[in-house]
């Protein structure tokens, strides 16, 4: 895929909004010599963001932007680009990206989001999961495009709902298996 050029690893931003447990899975990953990524950024829209911590832990630089407006997402687009960014993972980012936005880094965006699309887009996905009596959920990684998680899927894992599974146990179990699907997915995308 054109975003692999020659030997360097590619310069990765990370896109958080709370806890940052696929963002300390995804600096776990970019650490190994066989990784194919480093992080350069993590952004989060959010200055109360628990997972911003590893920035500091990690020494990776961190930014907030509110992206409440095109002025904000302008700036984030210049950060981004002055920094030579190349791909960008959302990693439990709870807003949606501008078309404008989405045009600046086209094929560049990865999105995990906690069901196995196109099952159950949006919010909630466990609890419609468990109402539904469904014997499987799970999670994927996809490209993002401009239709709320409806770009091209990369990769999924399926994770089995027991009778006594909460939306909170579900969601924890998925969240083991996010965190070895995006480094998979990663690899994947760049192989295609
Ligand atoms: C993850 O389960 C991720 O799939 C989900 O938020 C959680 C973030 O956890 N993302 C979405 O729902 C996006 N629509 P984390 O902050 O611990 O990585």
Aim: with cysteine; charged share 25%.
């Amino acid at each position: 895929m054109a975003l692999l050029t020659g030997f360097n690893k590619i310069n990765t931003a990370i896109f958080i909004s709370g806890t940052g447990s696929n963002l300390k899975s995804l600096i776990k990953f970019s650490k190994l010599k066989k990784s194919p990524i480093t992080i350069g950024m993590i952004i989060s829209n959010n200055p109360k963001s628990k997972g911003l911590k590893y920035a500091k832990i990690n020494k990776i630089k961190k930014k907030v932007f509110n992206f409440n407006s095109t002025i904000s997402e302008k700036k984030v687009i210049n950060e981004l680009k002055k920094d030579n960014i190349n791909l960008i993972c959302l990693a439990g980012f709870m807003k949606i990206l501008s078309k404008e936005f989405i045009k600046n880094f086209n094929g560049k965006i990865l999105n995990i989001h906690p069901s196995l699309l196109p099952k159950y887009k949006g919010l909630n996905t466990h609890v419609k999961a468990i109402k539904n009596k469904d014997k499987y959920s799970g999670c994927t990684v996809h490209l993002v495009n401009s239709k709320l998680d409806s770009g091209k899927i990369i990769d999924q894992k399926k994770v089995r709902i027991n009778k006594l599974d909460t939306p909170e146990t579900l969601a924890k179990k998925i969240l083991v298996q996010e965190h070895k699907l995006y480094p998979e997915a990663i690899i994947k995308l760049l192989n295609l």
